[in-house]
């Protein structure tokens, strides 16, 4: 048995909590918009051809604000090809993803999912292949009332009223060499300033991210962010950070140690942006937008059916199998403990969005025709969207600590927590990092007095399965959220919670101030 103490108090707060961090991600890309969110047909779907059956698990998650259109996609994409009459749409080659766009589905289209999801949008521009004019009119077309050309157009293609949205990406990863339309941080920081400039002579109240790096591996990571900075801090909002993880050639404990990684990505970009700041003697804050996160198998799972490398795929298809990683219960540890990374920057990393919804990397998998259902990663994320409220508490922590080759040392027991003092309620997030040990986890809480756990459940390897054992068509619940017993306040009026091996678990607690 490992053990853990984690030690809490009322007043040493990291923020709000926003909600803005429990975001996804829907990219055209693979089956994530077609059969995944949209399917017309399909027995659940609505007069629009939203699956039900997604849209519920959507909601279930309890997903706050969603990226579209992409990715690599939006790089190389016409957002007026996915507007007017959808007979008159045009078919285009979609060059990221060597894929068909058919355009059945567009920006009216994913603005009605979204009010139905109850889900903010989170709009990408193309500064790929496209710039400031095209940026500018699609501010026009989304948010302004009406009386001119763009927002008339909207109102004739049937959206009398705004979509108002209020996040936009300027662009997407054009720090990498895959990117179409890929560029030096300088071209990219000019491009991105004046783009923003314009954007908001239009709508004043929007809120823009610059393009970040594409991962802390990068070899213009640090140089990227201090150039587009240089550029266009006064323009801009947040920055992006993106990030993708697995688990290689069996060093399972790097794999868990690697929310250190994200740790270290974050305080590393919080630097770099606020070194810009000191040097323009700028009052402002630029945030982060991590938006793009996630376990990603990038190697090691390519097959005939779904090429990781779209030069293999050869021919041109309408939303083919991409990158469907099916996730286990090792996977959903490691999202757990990446939540937590984000949570406990939630001062400074105030979006986040997990890459993606559906299908493409994602939490909840779907079959044309088919079912729908949650993989093991849907659960952190779902239950820290619902019970992360109120205040972040800083977490002090001593324990044991396990060594991972790739990411360091870290600690067994990764852990957040939330006060939230309306509801008179803490949320405890931890997940067990030991693959055989269980963990003795001690929560004090200071300047609070705990009252009855109202929550306790863990995720963790079924009985029978073990760490690889993964929800599938076949066997869609065989790891989800189960009760976790022994949890209890001991006489000190500290919080007792033993966790099992290789877990992610949430424990909610009544509280009043002491
Ligand atoms: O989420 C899949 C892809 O990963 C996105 O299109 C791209 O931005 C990133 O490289």
């Not at 108002?164 to 000019?190: C, F, M, S």
Request: net charge negative; aromatic share 10%.
């Amino acid at each position: 048995m490992t053990s853990a103490r984690i030690i809490v108090d009322r007043d040493f707060t990291v923020g709000p909590v926003p909600r803005r961090l429990f975001g996804s991600f829907v990219e055209h890309m693979g089956r994530c918009v077609y059969t995944g969110i949209f399917e017309p047909g399909h027995p659940t779907a609505d007069e629009n051809g939203y699956r039900g059956d997604v849209l519920d698990l959507t909601r279930e998650m309890g997903v706050s604000i969603v990226r579209y259109p992409g990715g690599n996609f939006v790089s190389g994409y016409r957002w007026e090809d996915g507007i007017g009459p959808v007979e008159d749409r045009p078919r285009r080659l979609d060059g990221a993803w060597h894929t068909v766009e058919t355009n059945a589905f567009g920006l009216h289209e994913f603005a009605g999912w979204a009010k139905k999801a109850g889900v903010e949008i989170m709009e990408a521009i193309n500064l790929g292949t496209r710039g400031v004019e095209e940026a500018r009119a699609l501010v026009e077309y989304a948010n302004h009332p009406g009386g001119t050309y763009w927002s008339d157009l909207r109102v004739k293609n049937g959206a009398k009223d705004p979509f108002g949205i209020k996040v936009w990406n300027l662009g997407n990863e054009l720090d990498g060499p895959w990117q179409i339309g890929h560029k030096t941080a300088d071209e990219y920081g000019r491009l991105a300033q004046e783009s923003a400039k314009a954007m908001k002579l239009v709508d004043p109240s929007i809120e823009v991210v610059a393009v970040g790096s594409s991962g802390r591996h990068m070899p213009t990571f640090g140089e990227w962010e201090h150039t587009v900075l240089s550029h266009a801090y006064d323009e801009v909002d947040y920055v992006s950070l993106h990030a993708y993880y697995q688990e290689l050639d069996g060093d399972v404990a790097s794999f868990l140690a690697a929310s250190n990684d994200m740790d270290y990505f974050i305080e590393e970009v919080i630097s770099t942006v606020d070194a810009v700041k000191a040097k323009r003697k700028s009052t402002k804050n630029v945030n982060l937008s991590f938006d793009e996160w996630n376990v990603w198998y990038q190697r090691g799972l390519e097959t005939e059916d779904q090429p990781h490398v779209v030069e293999k795929a050869g021919v041109w298809r309408e939303h083919p199998r991409l990158i469907e990683d099916t996730y286990n219960v090792t996977d959903a540890v490691v999202v757990g403990s990446f939540l937590n990374s984000l949570l406990r920057h939630g001062d400074r990393v105030t979006i986040a969005n997990q890459a993606q919804l559906v299908n493409v990397i994602a939490p909840i998998r779907s079959e044309q025709g088919g079912p729908a259902w949650r993989q093991t990663i849907f659960w952190p994320f779902a239950r820290m969207a619902e019970l992360a409220s109120g205040q972040i508490l800083r977490t002090a922590q001593t324990g044991d600590r396990f060594d991972s080759t790739q990411y360091g040392d870290a600690p067994v027991v990764d852990a957040s927590t939330t006060y939230d003092e309306e509801r008179g309620r803490v949320a405890v997030f931890l997940a067990n990092r030991g693959l055989d040990e269980a963990a003795d986890v001690t929560v004090t809480l200071r300047g609070l007095a705990a009252g009855e756990v109202t929550r306790a459940e863990a995720l963790t390897v079924p009985e029978g399965g073990d760490r690889f054992t993964a929800n599938t068509e076949q066997a869609q619940d065989a790891v989800g959220l189960t009760r976790l017993d022994g949890v209890g306040v001991d006489e000190h009026g500290d919080l007792k919670v033993t966790l099992p091996a290789l877990s992610w678990a949430v424990v909610e607690l009544a509280v009043t101030k002491a």
